[in-house]
C-alpha cells in the first residue's frame, strides 16, 4: 500500500510536531507513506506581499513552490529516520521502491516550471493539490491531508473548496485521485 500525506503549513509551529506525525503514521495501516508538507506563514508572507505588491501570477506560484524548500528541510531534520527525498533522481528511486518506508519528497523534486502538470500555476493551486497530483504520479492508494480544522465527510471535493478546507484547483483532479481522507490533525495529535 502507498499513502500520500500533506501535513499541512499550519502545522509546522505546533510543538512536537515531527513526534506526532511519527506516532499518526505509526497508528495507521502500514504503507510506504510518502509525505510533502506545506509552506505555512513563509507563503502567507508571499501572499501579503502580493496583495501589496502585485507580481505576474506564475512567477508568483513558483516562487512559492521555491520556498517549500525550506519547509522541507527544516521538518526533514526533525523526522529521523524517514528517508528524504531531494531530487528528481531520489524521488524516481522512491517511486521504484516497495516496502512500508517513510519518505518526505521536497516538492521540488516532482513538480517545478520545466514539468508538466495539470495545476494552475497560481495562487488556485497549494500543497492540497500539490499533493493531489502526487498521489496520481505515484499511483498511491490513498491521499491524506492533516489539517487543523475538522471536516464534515460527507462534503464533496466541490463542497470542500468552496468552503476552503482544500484548494480550489484540488476538485479538479478529482476524477483522478485515490480515495482522500482529511484529517483534523489538531485534534488527532491532541489525544
Given amino acids: ?36 508538507v506545506g509552506g505555512g506563514e513563509l507563503i502567507d508572507a508571499v501572499r501579503r506581499l502580493d ?31 524517514w528517508q528524504l527525498e531531494s531530487t528528481a533522481e531520489d524521488f524516481a528511486q522512491m517511486k521504484r521502491a516497495n516496502g512500508c518506508q517513510n519518505h518526505l519528497v521536497a516538492v521540488d523534486a516532482f513538480y517545478h516550471a520545466a514539468s508538466v502538470s495539470p495545476l494552475p500555476e497560481d495562487w ?12 496520481i504520479l505515484t499511483d498511491a ?10 471536516v464534515d465527510d460527507s462534503l464533496s ?3 470542500l473548496a468552496r468552503r476552503q478546507i482544500v484548494d480550489p484547483a484540488l476538485p ?18 491532541g489525544r
Fill in 51 to 81: 496583495a501589496m505588491f502585485p507580481s505576474p501570477p506564475t512567477w508568483v506560484h513558483w516562487q512559492c513552490v521555491g520556498l517549500l524548500r525550506t519547509t522541507f528541510e527544516w521538518l526533514g531534520r526533525q523526522l529521523d529516520p
Fill in 124 to 135: 488556485t493551486t497549494t500543497t492540497d493539490a500539490i499533493a493531489g497530483w502526487l498521489s
Fill in 141 to 150: 492508494d490513498e491521499l491524506v491531508l492533516l489539517k487543523s480544522c475538522d
Fill in 172 to 189: 479538479n483532479l478529482a476524477g483522478q485521485l485515490p480515495p482522500l481522507r482529511i484529517v483534523n490533525f489538531a485534534a488527532e495529535a
Fill in 1 to 36: 500500500m502507498r499513502r500520500v500525506l500533506k501535513i499541512g503549513g499550519s502545522l509546522l509551529l505546533r510543538e512536537s510536531l515531527a513526534g506526532s506525525i511519527q506516532s499518526w503514521v505509526a497508528s495507521q495501516p502500514p504503507a510506504q507513506t510518502i509525505a510533502i
Fill in 157 to 159: 471535493l466541490d463542497e
